[in-house]
């Protein structure tokens, strides 16, 4: 009995979860939608200079700020945001070859580094100078350099930071964050329209959260027909991602030797590495073997050129389509009126961390010239 019960308070959960996934499907099939009929109908164009998934986003933000969303929507939009958004992350990875990751990675981590250095340091004197609680300006720091909501929730329990401290740096992240991902893919365009791996490190290195960077290669791969903007940017957002497992730590020994606590916290390195960085780069693996096997006769000896091209595009097609959701999520789970009751400067702090982390991403593209 007591596994029945058990088994039906699961499925009470999964159930639970339909009308938010739902809900983000329908919004990211009317941004799709309402995209091709824009540039079709409305423009006379054969493709629309309006992404769907921008329409998608902003299809979500007006929902979930103009009407009150019941209770029961919450904990699916939320899966949608974090589970589906990571299986299309994972899905990407059957777009790269493993030579496309060692050849995109090797541009994209000396980029890195200058970047999350410039914006912690930057973000940390700027704190300082508008008499920020030291435990604000971490959290600012790190969510702006490395990945967002999760590296700041991550240094939150190392640093002692209080829940309204957590919620302003949170905050930060979504406005600049949701800002840059709908202007960023222009802007990059703008500076460099001939060079799509350039515009794919400009977006992976300075947009703040995955999905927000999803969201912005996605955008750019659809109004401008460049799918390896898109795969720069997921592949270096990744690494930067992997980057949370050493600055969190560096940032807890900083605040712990400068500030007195009441205790030394520790901190599991192991914890901190996102997984679905390895489920990407197994698709890479995927990718990598059936491309190679093709070349005697059949992809894994039994798949023919035909049916393997169908194959990857099937899932790329999937990927998208889950990233659509997610970028549903984020409009749904952004809400403007709690972002009100925050202060200003927090967000002062926040938009010079964000436009030094672009200048400092457009600058070391120019000087690496990739």
Known sequence: ?????????????????????????????????????????????????ISGIMIAILIGLLIGNVLVLPVWLKPGIQFSLKFILRAGIILLGIRLSLSDIVKFGSLAIPLIIVCITGALLITLWLGRRLQLSPRMSALVAVGTSICGATAIVATGPAIEAKEEELTYAIANITVFGILAMLVYPYLAHALFATNQTAAGLFLGTSVHETAQVAGSGLIYSQLYQAEQALDVATLTKLIRNACMMFVVPLMAYVYQRNVVTSEKKKINILKLFPLFILGFLLMAVVRTVGDVTLENGAAYGFLSAADWSSLT?????????????????????TSFRQLQKLGLKPFYVGFGAALVTGLLSIIGILVLQP
């Open 313 to 333: 595009k099937t899932v790329q097609q999937w990927s998208e389509i889950f990233l659509a959701m997610a970028m549903a999520g984020v409009g749904l789970g």
């Open 1 to 49: 009995m007591i596994l029945q019960g058990g088994q039906k308070t699961n499925l009470q959960g999964y159930l639970g979860l339909l009308p938010g996934i739902v809900l983000a499907a329908l919004i990211a099939f009317l941004g799709i939608q309402g995209s091709e009929w824009i540039g079709r109908n409305l423009l006379n164009l054969e493709k629309s200079p």
